[in-house]
């Protein structure tokens, strides 16, 4: 592992410069051998025993990183996290001793921060630095969406504008208070989602739009009661320099909720972005797996992969088999069969086929069948069945799917 580490850290600095923030983790594959006894014989001579191999994967946590100046410090970690594993596979069975570490696997994912939420009270060891100022946006209502205000950022800015020029009694009011709402409009958040992601880009957007300021986010460890930087500005010559504290898990990932495909360019991005209901641009959210098998050639290889790194194995399809099974109406498409060359660009291309014709049965609205229950239930509905929020006096309305014409909901 010591020999691959500056291997493993020039990946990982790609891999942030491409991402910006990542989530990862290391799998390590191991050779044991395992001599057992036979029963008969000198105790001492190796001939005496029988002898297995085992190849099992040891996986550290999956670890956060932010920056580039925490990469010594998460490798120490996942280093540290492997070897307890590899010790506790060699006690589960005595007689197993590790002959070599066959290859590093880096496991990248792209962090998807999390959006900001409604008011959280300041911890109670930040509260006792009496260093900070706590927006309160409570119940507060939007006039502009009528609906609880998500305007964190926007307060926090506000008020820090709002200190400089001496109002300094209740700072935190500056969501109700009169004499303090001119300073919510200083700073320009002009398409600038709210409540707000804590996310690189979308700050920089922020200082490119006001030159005179500078924006640092910081976590904080309420366990340590210590700050941890999360985006640290460029441009720290300006005249305002604003430091805010994120209160939520800005670690958390909003995989669950959100796409988590990624596109190496706009134009295939946009293509994915009319049919994903994720993303909320498709009309009706149609759950079709696609179930496939790859087979594969496996060649041996021994060539140089980054430092002290080698790749020993490379694997290549060669064909594959794949069905499109609608859950709606059971209906089955396929199986197609492929086998030939660049097999891997020939099933990407097929499934986009299979795209046009799915969305080509999808195109054909279908008038909707209510039943006398379908009616009932629709008259007593009052939680959203899609976001599950509850739903506002005018909200409802009817969805039905464009395939079945059976109500949804």
Known sequence: MGSSRSAITDILKKELRKKDQIKLALVINATYIKYEYKGIGDMADIKNYNTSYHYPYHRSNMHVLLSENDIDQHLIQSVGEIDEKIEAYM???????????????????????????????????????????????????????????????????????????????????????????????????????????????????????????????????????????????????????????????????????????????????????????????????????????????????????????????????????????????????GPYLYRGENATQEFVRRIDKELVEINKVLAIKHDRIITEKDTKKFAKADICWICKEKLAIDDKVWDHCHITVAARN
């Open 91 to 333: 006690k589960e069975g005595s007689g197993k001793i590790l002959l070599r570490l066959e290859m590093i696997l880096i496991e990248t994912y792209t962090l998807h921060r999390s959006n900001g939420g409604s008011y959280i009270p300041t911890p109670k060891k930040l509260a006792n630095t009496k260093c900070t100022i706590n927006p309160d946006n409570q119940e507060l209502i939007d006039p502009e969406t009528n609906t609880l205000s998500e305007k964190c950022l926007q307060g926090a800015l506000g008020v820090y504008f709002a200190y400089q020029d001496g109002n300094t009694k209740h700072p935190e009011r500056i969501f109700r208070a009169k004499k303090l709402k001119p300073y919510l409009d200083i700073v320009k958040l002009d398409g600038i989602p709210m409540p707000t992601p804590v996310c690189s880009h979308i700050f920089n957007k922020i200082e490119e739009m006001n030159p005179n300021i500078s924006i640092n986010v910081w976590e904080w460890k309420e366990k340590s009661a210590t700050p941890k930087p999360v985006i640290a500005s460029k441009n720290y010559n300006r005249q305002h320099i604003i430091d805010l504290m994120a209160l939520t898990d800005i670690t958390k990932s909003e995989e669950d909720k959100k796409c988590t495909q990624s596109f190496s360019t706009i134009k295939a991005l946009d293509h994915h972005r009319k049919h994903c209901f994720s993303l909320g641009e498709a009309t009706q959210e149609v759950k079709l797996p696609t179930k496939a098998n790859f087979e594969v050639d496996n060649k041996k290889c021994n060539e140089e992969y980054g430092g002290q790194m080698r790749k020993l194995d490379e694997q290549k399809a060669n064909s594959f088999c794949y069905l499109v099974y609608w859950i709606d109406t059971g209906d089955i498409w």
